[in-house]
């Protein structure tokens, strides 16, 4: 079945520093890949997206590219914030399909 | 101007009563999504809807029963709650049930005691 597999966490970095959130994913045909934030207390927001091969999703620093040959859509930021600290899910969408199914999300905290 | 309300955002209950949650969205969206959210942050789709009409129900016991008067409202409600229906609950939409962006709500976390 489809399914997402995201990097452990939780992830605690100093200001500035680079990120990288690994997520991997299972599916047949080309879906649509997402990253979903949750900041503390608050709902889910759209991150980014990328929708078919090579695409780059790209949204406050943050990146990501959906890269169908190692099936991935690794998220990264070159220097971070603390108010980046959050939870972030990958997220991918069958095309036909109608719901989402996610990552188990990743835990980001930022230091100063 | 808010997207997808949802009331409401706290709900603390002993086990066995009956609640509501209702959720609302002005974006015109013909599907709307309810989803669980376990507490180690786990997402999981429980009911879909479409114009009103459910289109998918994935495992979930019949004490939920969700209830969409009109395509902008999706009401969940659960009777007899128990302790691991403790969650927080999101709802969500989207423009149609083949639209791969979904928008969210800010969530209800309910607390069974």
């Known amino acids: 079945g489809d399914s997402v597999t995201q990097m452990e966490g939780p992830v605690t970095l100093s200001e500035e520093a680079f990120l990288t959130i690994n997520c991997t994913y299972t599916?047949?045909?080309?879906?649509?890949l997402f990253w979903y934030v949750q900041y503390p207390g608050e709902g889910l927001q759209l991150l980014l997206k990328?929708?078919?091969?090579?695409d780059k999703g790209s949204n406050k620093g943050f990146e990501a590219t959906y890269r169908k040959e190692t099936t991935s859509f690794h998220l990264e930021k070159g220097s971070v914030q603390v108010s980046d600290s959050a939870v972030y899910f990958c997220?991918?969408?069958?095309?036909?399909?109608?719901?989402?199914?996610f990552g188990t999300g990743t835990r980001l905290t930022v230091i100063p | 101007d808010t997207a997808v309300s949802q009331t409401p955002k706290y709900l603390v209950t002993q086990m066995g009563n009956d609640k509501s949650i209702k959720c609302e969205q002005n974006?015109?969206?013909?599907?709307m999504y309810w989803y669980k959210q376990d507490s180690k942050k786990f997402l999981k789709i429980m009911f879909s809807?479409?114009?009103?009409?459910?289109?998918i129900n994935e495992t979930v016991p019949n004490r939920f029963s969700p209830k969409s008067p009109d395509k902008a409202h999706l009401n969940l409600h659960i009777n007899s709650l128990e302790l691991g229906d403790s969650a927080v609950y999101f709802c969500?939409?989207?423009?149609?049930?083949?639209?791969?962006?979904?928008?969210f709500g800010p969530g209800t976390r309910l607390t069974v005691l």
């Open positions: 974006l015109g969206h013909d599907t």
């Open positions: 809807y479409n114009n009103k009409e459910l289109i």
């Open positions: 599916a047949t045909g080309y879906p649509s």
């Open positions: 969500a939409s989207s423009l149609t049930t083949s639209a791969d962006t979904q928008y």
């Open positions: 997220a991918l969408h069958k095309t036909g399909a109608n719901n989402l199914f």
């Open positions: 990328a929708t078919k091969a090579d």
